[in-house]
């Protein structure tokens, strides 16, 4: 085969293709011209190639193409016979962008000097004489790891700079959410707080807090539902001494804690009714009494609730009181569920990755396209909480590079099994035991008809809707 002419000088300083721009871009550095001929004559179909034959001309190049993939041999002037241009020239890529797959091309004999640009930072290396095919499937699994780390970092760039403190999220359904949060926070109106365990109901409520003019007072949680209901009344309002068996001392309550702040009440529709009754009458004038005291104490406070209960039913069946219903609902919150919100499985995703990674020093750069597809593909019956959760067991448990599914413990993506509509399902039900009445009726309409309880025009509209032919049955 005849060696093609080698290119002129000019071209390998000014070396941008005619190729379509939609063509990832691949850097050649190599002080073989014959070589570089050779390369781009064979790539150029695939990739948007430059060239260059020295250090000079290959950082001039990479600053202004900023190219994908380099392929780069360590041999070059003024040093062609050493790998030391070779490895600077390596190191100012990586410095200029650390994502980018150096491929170092080199003959047998420098085999050493490849392993040692590998623990220098660059992807792979291949050895002379150079196979293209060969080349090219290197080339092509170098550029897939670079779109998907960047894929990544787009990701993870959205996670920064939120307002709202811990809580997150970019699809319309949070948008609103956030607006609706600065919007009542400047008020000392109760919020009440409703949706599915695991939305994030407690940190929409520290985020009110946080936009109030009370940001810098106590914000104080108590979960109703977790505290025996002999207990609860104490932990709220607090206990003098000798009120009870085990009250040793004076004890002040949640109340009282919250003073000039906020005091956040969760799972409100688990408190117990006679608790109603007093919380009711503290909302009317912010005065209590302590569990076996007689001395009222005024608090300045402001109450926030939530309940991942449906509360209006609670009302209906008599288990919550309709007069405190109204009086903590002055502005409700309906705090929509994971699966509603569009985007934001992978923002979140994101989110606990750069969390997880850097609390259990995870090497772990990001996650396998199948691996966010499973994510998304989840329902997240816990949703927020379970998401995060999902995260941080895969972050500890990873072994490679980037999650992968088998990372997750989520059941696996459908990927040829259809589903089938469930009217599907109904006709074809309705198709098979039609057909067996009229094969015990032999065909005869008018008796499968009554067998059937439906009128003789009904069966036979139904006939024709399930295309079903009468004489096969005689």
């Known amino acids: 085969m005849e060696t093609p002419p080698p290119p002129d000088p000019a071209s390998l300083t000014n070396a941008s293709t005619e ?16 070589i570089l001929t050779q390369m781009k004559w064979g790539l150029s179909n695939d990739y948007a190639v430059h060239l260059a034959g020295d250090g000079a001309q290959a950082l001039a190049l990479f600053k202004k193409e900023a190219p994908p993939l380099v392929a780069l041999d360590l041999g070059l002037p003024p040093f062609p016979r050493q790998e030391i241009e070779g490895l600077r020239v390596l190191k100012e890529i990586l410095d200029e962008a650390p994502k980018t797959k150096v491929i170092i091309i080199s003959g047998n004999i420098e085999r050493a000097n490849a392993i040692k640009a590998i623990t220098h930072g660059a992807y792979d290396f291949f050895s002379k004489p150079v196979d293209l095919e060969e080349l090219q499937i290197i080339f092509r699994r170098a550029l897939h790891l670079y779109e998907m780390e960047k894929e990544n970092e787009a990701l993870q760039a959205k996670v920064v700079g939120s307002d709202m403190g811990r809580l997150e999220g970019q699809s319309p359904a949070m948008q609103q959410i ?29 985020s009110v807090h946080q936009f109030s003019p009370r940001k810098d007072k106590p914000f104080v949680a108590i979960n109703c539902g977790s505290i025996p209901a002999e207990l609860l009344e104490a932990e ?41 009754v007093k919380l009711l009458r503290f909302l009317q004038d912010f005065c209590l009494v302590r569990v076996g005291g007689r001395q009222e104490i005024q608090v300045n406070v402001r109450i926030l609730a939530a309940t991942n209960t449906d509360i209006k039913k609670a009302v209906e069946d008599g288990r919550f009181r309709e007069d ?78 980037f999650l992968t599914p088998d990372d997750f413990d989520l059941p696996p993506l ?52 399930l295309g079903i032919n009468k004489e096969d049955f005689h």
Do not use: C
């Open 19 to 34: 190729a379509s721009p939609i063509l990832p871009k691949l850097l050649i550095v190599d002080d073989d011209e014959v």
């Open 178 to 206: 956030f607006g609706a949060v600065k919007r009542v926070a400047a008020t000392d109106a109760p919020v009440l707080i409703l949706g599915e365990s695991g939305t994030g109901k407690e940190l929409i409520a520290h």
């Open 236 to 276: 709220l309002f607090g206990h003098e001494k000798g009120s009870f068996t085990g009250a040793h001392q004076q004890r002040k309550g949640k109340i009282e804690f919250a003073e000039g702040g906020t005091l956040f009440l969760d799972e409100i529709g688990e408190m117990p009714l006679a608790l109603q």
């Open 324 to 401: 405190l219903y109204y009086r903590l609902n002055v502005v409700s919150l309906q705090v929509p569920p994971l699966r509603e919100r569009e985007g934001d499985i992978d923002l979140l995703a994101h989110l606990f990755f750069q969390r997880f990674t850097k609390e259990y020093k995870k090497q772990v750069k990001g996650f396998r396209r199948e691996a966010l597809d499973l994510l998304r593909a989840h329902a997240w019956p816990g949703n927020v909480r379970e998401l995060e959760n999902k995260i941080k067991g895969a972050i500890i448990m990873a072994n490679g590079r």
């Open 414 to 465: 459908l990927k040829t099994q259809k589903i089938r509509t469930l009217k599907s399902v109904r006709e074809e039900a309705e198709r098979d035991w039609i057909k067996k009445v009229l094969t015990w009726n032999k065909g005869n309409i008018s008796r499968s008809a009554i067998a059937l309880d439906i009128s003789r025009p009904s069966l036979y509209e139904t006939l024709e809707r």
